[in-house]
C-alpha cells in the first residue's frame, strides 16, 4: 500500500477516461469524449476529480445518466455507472437512440451474467450491439474523501441492522453491498489482506462473505499469489469492526478543525457549504491540492488560525519581494506581455499563478473558520468538549446544571448525556429517571436514548474510558496563543458575523484545558492487531482482541497464529458508520508510532461517513 487509496482511486479513473489505452498513446489519450454517470459514479469522481481535472482528461460534457439528452454525433461516450437493471436498459436505450458514436461502459463494481446478457440481447435486438467498443468491470464503487479515508456511500445501516421492524431481506442487502464495496477496495489496493473481526454480529456476516469472494478472486486471478511473494508483514491486516463496539465517538463533540467542519457545517464530497444570515447557501470545495486541509484537516482548532496567520505572512512576504525585484506597487498589476523584458518580471509572472492559488485557499479557510468559530458559540461547544474529557467522574448537580441550560441546544444535551450513560457502568433507577426529566423539561427527545438502552442491552457493550491525559501549561499557553491568533486573523470577518464582541467570554472556558491524546476504543483495538506485542499496554484488561476472528483468503485452512504477527498497515472498516473523530484518533496514533520509530499506515473507512447530528437521528429511527 505504498500508493494512497485516493492516488490509487484516480489513477483507475483516468485510466477509464482515457478508454484504457496507453498513457503513452498521445492519440488515443487525445480523443475528445462525453462522460455519463449515474449518481454513485458522480459521487465517486466529484470527490477526487473537479472540471479541470476531466478537461485534461479529454471529457468536453459530463452528465447524469438519467438526465434528458441530446445527440451529440461522432463523440465517443464513457459510461461510469452501476450494474443495475435501470441503468443496462438506459444505456440500450442511448445506443439505439444513436445518442453517440461509440459507448465505452464501466461498472462500478463486477456486473452480474445476466445483466450482461440482458444487455448483450437488448443491443443485438436494435442492431447496435456493434457500437460498445468496451466493458469493463472497475471495482471503484467508494468515495474516497481524504488520501486514506473512504466511504460506501450506504445510509441508515446502523437503523438496518438495529431496529426491529427492518426486514432480514432488506439487512441482507446492506450486507451484500458492504460486502462488494469492500472487495473493491481490497482489489483496488491490490494486496490480499488478512480478514480480522469480533464474532457474534454483523462485522462477521460482513467477513465471512469477503472472505469467500476474495478466495474466489485468488483462484480466479491471473495474478500470482503464491506464498513467497508476500508474508505476514507485508500484508496488511483488514479489520473489520460493528458500530455498537463504540458509540461514544459517534456522539461526541470534537475540538479538531475537519470534525468541526462536519459537525456544524454541512460537508459531504468534500464540499462545504455554509449558510449566512439571510439563509442564503455558498459551497466551498476541499479539493485534492488544497494544501492547507491537507495539513491542517486534524489540528485542534485554536492552532488552525494560528496556522492560517503563518501562511498568511509567507504570502506577504513573497509578495513584497516580488514588487521590490520588478518595481511593481501590485502584483495584480504584472502584465503577461511584458513578460520577457526582465528576467524578474518572467520570474514573477511564473510564480503568480501559484500564489493566487495559495491566497485563495486560504480566504477560503479564514471564511470556513469563521462560521466555525461562530457554531463554537452559539453552541458552547468548548464548555461540552471539556465536560466530555472527565465524563465519568462528572458530578451529578454538573450534569443536571449543564442538561438545563438554557443557553446550550437540545441535541447536545442528549449527545452530552448518551456519552455519559455509556461511560459509566450504572444508573440507579431513580437517578436515571431524574436526567430523562431534566431532559425532557430541556426539549430534548428521548428516543436516541431508549435506542442506545436496547443496544447496550442486546450486545452487553461496555465502554471502557481511556486514561484522561493532564496537559502540561506549555500546550495550554499554545491553546490559548491559537485563539489569540483567531481573534487577529478573523476580526474583520468576526465582526461582520456578530461574533467578536463575545470572544473573550469563549477563550475563558477554554484556555485552561487542551483535549487529550488518548487513544479511543477503535484505535485501541487496532494497535492491539497492528502491535500484539504491546497489545497489554493497558493492564486493567485482557487484549481486546484475544478472541477475534482470523481469516486468510489465500490460505485453504486458514488457522490463527499461535503468536500472532504485527503488521504495518491496516485497513479499518465500520459497519454501521464512521466518522472523523475516530479518523483522525487513528491518524495521531500513526504519528505516535512514526516518533517510537515504527513506521504504521491506516486506511479507515465506514459504510457511510456520519455526523454526530445524523447518527442522533438514525438513532431515534432504530428504537
Same mark, same amino acid.
Given at each position: 500500500?505504498?500508493?494512497?487509496?485516493?492516488?490509487?482511486?484516480?489513477?483507475?479513473?483516468?485510466?477509464?477516461?482515457?478508454?484504457?489505452?496507453?498513457?503513452?498513446?498521445?492519440?488515443?489519450?487525445?480523443?475528445?469524449?462525453?462522460?455519463?454517470?449515474?449518481?454513485?459514479?458522480?459521487?465517486?469522481?466529484?470527490?477526487?476529480?473537479?472540471?479541470?481535472?476531466?478537461?485534461?482528461?479529454?471529457?468536453?460534457?459530463?452528465?447524469?445518466?438519467?438526465?434528458?439528452?441530446?445527440?451529440?454525433?461522432?463523440?465517443?461516450?464513457?459510461?461510469?455507472?452501476?450494474?443495475?437493471?435501470?441503468?443496462?436498459?438506459?444505456?440500450?436505450?442511448?445506443?439505439?437512440?444513436?445518442?453517440?458514436?461509440?459507448?465505452?461502459?464501466?461498472?462500478?463494481?463486477?456486473?452480474?451474467?445476466?445483466?450482461?446478457?440482458?444487455?448483450?440481447?437488448?443491443?443485438?435486438?436494435?442492431?447496435?450491439?456493434?457500437?460498445?467498443?468496451?466493458?469493463?468491470?472497475?471495482?471503484?464503487?467508494?468515495?474516497?474523501?481524504?488520501?486514506?479515508?473512504?466511504?460506501?456511500?450506504?445510509?441508515?445501516?446502523?437503523?438496518?441492522?438495529?431496529?426491529?421492524?427492518?426486514?432480514?431481506?432488506?439487512?441482507?442487502?446492506?450486507?451484500?453491498?458492504?460486502?462488494?464495496?469492500?472487495?473493491?477496495?481490497?482489489?483496488?489496493?491490490?494486496?490480499? *489482506?488478512?480478514?480480522?473481526?469480533?464474532?457474534?454480529?454483523?462485522?462477521?456476516?460482513?467477513?465471512?462473505?469477503?472472505?469467500?469472494?476474495?478466495?474466489?478472486?485468488?483462484?480466479?486471478?491471473?495474478?500470482?499469489?503464491?506464498?513467497?511473494?508476500?508474508?505476514?508483514?507485508?500484508?496488511?491486516?483488514?479489520?473489520?469492526?460493528?458500530?455498537?463496539?463504540?458509540?461514544?465517538?459517534?456522539?461526541?463533540?470534537?475540538?479538531?478543525?475537519?470534525?468541526?467542519?462536519?459537525?456544524?457545517?454541512?460537508?459531504?464530497?468534500?464540499?462545504?457549504?455554509?449558510?449566512?444570515?439571510?439563509?442564503?447557501?455558498?459551497?466551498?470545495?476541499?479539493?485534492?491540492?488544497?494544501?492547507?486541509?491537507?495539513?491542517?484537516?486534524?489540528?485542534?482548532?485554536?492552532?488552525?488560525?494560528?496556522?492560517?496567520?503563518?501562511?498568511?505572512?509567507?504570502?506577504?512576504?513573497?509578495?513584497?519581494?516580488?514588487?521590490?525585484?520588478?518595481?511593481?506597487?501590485?502584483?495584480?498589476?504584472?502584465?503577461?506581455?511584458?513578460?520577457?523584458?526582465?528576467?524578474?518580471?518572467?520570474?514573477?509572472?511564473?510564480?503568480?499563478?501559484?500564489?493566487?492559488?495559495?491566497?485563495?485557499?486560504?480566504?477560503?479557510?479564514?471564511?470556513?473558520?469563521?462560521?466555525?468559530?461562530?457554531?463554537?458559540?452559539?453552541?458552547?461547544?468548548?464548555?461540552?468538549?471539556?465536560?466530555?474529557?472527565?465524563?465519568?467522574?462528572?458530578?451529578?448537580?454538573?450534569?443536571?446544571?449543564?442538561?438545563?441550560?438554557?443557553?446550550?441546544? *437540545?441535541?447536545?444535551?442528549?449527545?452530552?448525556?448518551?456519552?455519559?450513560?455509556?461511560?459509566?457502568?450504572?444508573?440507579?433507577?431513580?437517578?436515571?429517571?431524574?436526567?430523562?426529566?431534566?431532559?425532557?423539561?430541556?426539549?430534548?427527545?428521548?428516543?436516541?436514548?431508549?435506542?442506545?438502552?436496547?443496544?447496550?442491552?442486546?450486545?452487553?457493550?461496555?465502554?471502557?474510558?481511556?486514561?484522561?491525559?493532564? $496537559?502540561?501549561?506549555?500546550?495550554?499557553?499554545?491553546?490559548?496563543?491559537?485563539?489569540?491568533?483567531?481573534?487577529?486573523?478573523?476580526?474583520?470577518?468576526?465582526?461582520?458575523?456578530?461574533?467578536?464582541?463575545?470572544?473573550?467570554?469563549?477563550?475563558?472556558?477554554?484556555?485552561?484545558?487542551?483535549?487529550?491524546?488518548?487513544?479511543?476504543?477503535?484505535?485501541?483495538?487496532?494497535?492491539?492487531?497492528?502491535?500484539?506485542?504491546?497489545?497489554?499496554?493497558?493492564?486493567?484488561?485482557?487484549?481486546?482482541?484475544?478472541?477475534?476472528?482470523?481469516?486468510?483468503?489465500?490460505?485453504?485452512?486458514?488457522?490463527?497464529?499461535?503468536?500472532?504477527?504485527?503488521?504495518?498497515?491496516?485497513?479499518?472498516?465500520?459497519?454501521?458508520?464512521?466518522?472523523?473523530?475516530?479518523?483522525?484518533?487513528?491518524?495521531?496514533?500513526?504519528?505516535?508510532?512514526?516518533?517510537?520509530?515504527?513506521?504504521?499506515?491506516?486506511?479507515?473507512?465506514?459504510?457511510?461517513?456520519?455526523? *454526530?447530528? $445524523?447518527?442522533?437521528?438514525?438513532?431515534?429511527?432504530? $428504537?
Amino acid at each position: 500500500m505504498s500508493s494512497s487509496l485516493r492516488d490509487l482511486q484516480i489513477s483507475s479513473i483516468k485510466r477509464l477516461l482515457s478508454l484504457h489505452s496507453d498513457s503513452k498513446a498521445t492519440v488515443e489519450n487525445s480523443i475528445w469524449k462525453v462522460l455519463i454517470f449515474d449518481s454513485l459514479g458522480q459521487d465517486v469522481i466529484s470527490s477526487v476529480l473537479r472540471v479541470n481535472d476531466l478537461r485534461e482528461a479529454g471529457v468536453t460534457v459530463h452528465m447524469q445518466l438519467k438526465a434528458d439528452r441530446q445527440p451529440i454525433a461522432d463523440v465517443p461516450a464513457v459510461y461510469f455507472v452501476e450494474p443495475t437493471p435501470e441503468n443496462i436498459q438506459r444505456i440500450a436505450d442511448d445506443l439505439t437512440k444513436g445518442l453517440y458514436d461509440s459507448a465505452y461502459l464501466n461498472f462500478s463494481s463486477s456486473i452480474p451474467r445476466t445483466l450482461l446478457e440482458d444487455l448483450a440481447a437488448l443491443t443485438a435486438t436494435n442492431g447496435v450491439a456493434g457500437n460498445i467498443k468496451q466493458v469493463y468491470d472497475q471495482s471503484l464503487n467508494f468515495v474516497v474523501s481524504e488520501p486514506d479515508l473512504f466511504s460506501l456511500r450506504q445510509k441508515d445501516v446502523f437503523h438496518m441492522l438495529n431496529a426491529p421492524s427492518v426486514a432480514e431481506a432488506a439487512v441482507e442487502s446492506a450486507i451484500e453491498k458492504m460486502v462488494t464495496g469492500l472487495f473493491s477496495v481490497v482489489v483496488t489496493l491490490d494486496n490480499i *489482506p488478512i480478514i480480522r473481526c469480533p464474532g457474534g454480529n454483523a462485522a462477521e456476516m460482513v467477513a465471512r462473505k469477503l472472505d469467500s469472494r476474495l478466495r474466489d478472486y485468488v483462484l480466479n486471478s491471473r495474478q500470482n499469489y503464491s506464498a513467497s511473494q508476500s508474508t505476514h508483514y507485508q500484508r496488511p491486516v483488514l479489520v473489520i469492526l460493528d458500530r455498537t463496539i463504540d458509540l461514544v465517538s459517534m456522539v461526541s463533540h470534537s475540538w479538531t478543525y475537519q470534525a468541526l467542519v462536519h459537525d456544524l457545517c454541512e460537508l459531504s464530497l468534500n464540499r462545504v457549504t455554509l449558510t449566512d444570515a439571510d439563509e442564503k447557501k455558498k459551497s466551498y470545495d476541499l479539493d485534492t491540492h488544497d494544501f492547507f486541509w491537507a495539513s491542517n484537516a486534524n489540528t485542534v482548532f485554536p492552532s488552525v488560525a494560528e496556522n492560517i496567520q503563518v501562511e498568511l505572512d509567507r504570502f506577504t512576504r513573497e509578495k513584497a519581494e516580488i514588487t521590490r525585484k520588478t518595481g511593481i506597487t501590485d502584483i495584480d498589476d504584472l502584465d503577461p506581455a511584458k513578460a520577457g523584458t526582465t528576467l524578474h518580471l518572467h520570474a514573477a509572472l511564473k510564480a503568480l499563478p501559484e500564489m493566487q492559488a495559495r491566497k485563495s485557499t486560504l480566504d477560503m479557510h479564514m471564511t470556513i473558520a469563521t462560521a466555525v468559530l461562530k457554531g463554537v458559540q452559539e453552541r458552547s461547544i468548548d464548555k461540552f468538549v471539556e465536560s466530555e474529557e472527565t465524563i465519568a467522574r462528572i458530578p451529578k448537580a454538573q450534569l443536571l446544571a449543564a442538561i438545563k441550560d438554557s443557553e446550550r441546544q *437540545p441535541q447536545d444535551k442528549m449527545r452530552l448525556f448518551l456519552i455519559y450513560y455509556l461511560s459509566v457502568e450504572e444508573i440507579k433507577k431513580l437517578e436515571m429517571q431524574e436526567y430523562e426529566n431534566a431532559l425532557t423539561e430541556a426539549g430534548c427527545d428521548l428516543s436516541p436514548l431508549s435506542a442506545v438502552k436496547k443496544v447496550r442491552e442486546l450486545t452487553r457493550m461496555s465502554i471502557v474510558t481511556a486514561p484522561v491525559v493532564v $496537559q502540561q501549561n506549555t500546550a495550554q499557553d499554545q491553546l490559548f496563543r491559537g485563539f489569540s491568533s483567531l481573534k487577529n486573523t478573523l476580526g474583520a470577518r468576526m465582526q461582520e458575523a456578530g461574533i467578536a464582541e463575545n470572544f473573550n467570554t469563549l477563550i475563558t472556558g477554554v484556555k485552561n484545558f487542551l483535549p487529550s491524546s488518548s487513544n479511543l476504543t477503535v484505535t485501541r483495538i487496532v494497535e492491539s492487531l497492528m502491535n500484539p506485542e504491546s497489545s497489554q499496554s493497558y493492564t486493567s484488561q485482557t487484549s481486546l482482541t484475544e478472541d477475534y476472528l482470523y481469516f486468510d483468503p489465500r490460505a485453504k485452512n486458514a488457522q490463527k497464529p499461535v503468536r500472532p504477527p504485527s503488521f504495518n498497515e491496516a485497513v479499518v472498516f465500520m459497519v454501521g458508520g464512521g466518522n472523523y473523530v475516530e479518523y483522525g484518533n487513528l491518524l495521531d496514533w500513526v504519528e505516535r508510532q512514526k516518533v517510537a520509530g515504527r513506521t504504521k499506515r491506516i486506511v479507515y473507512g465506514a459504510s457511510e461517513i456520519v455526523s *454526530p447530528t $445524523q447518527f442522533v437521528e438514525e438513532l431515534s429511527r432504530s $428504537q
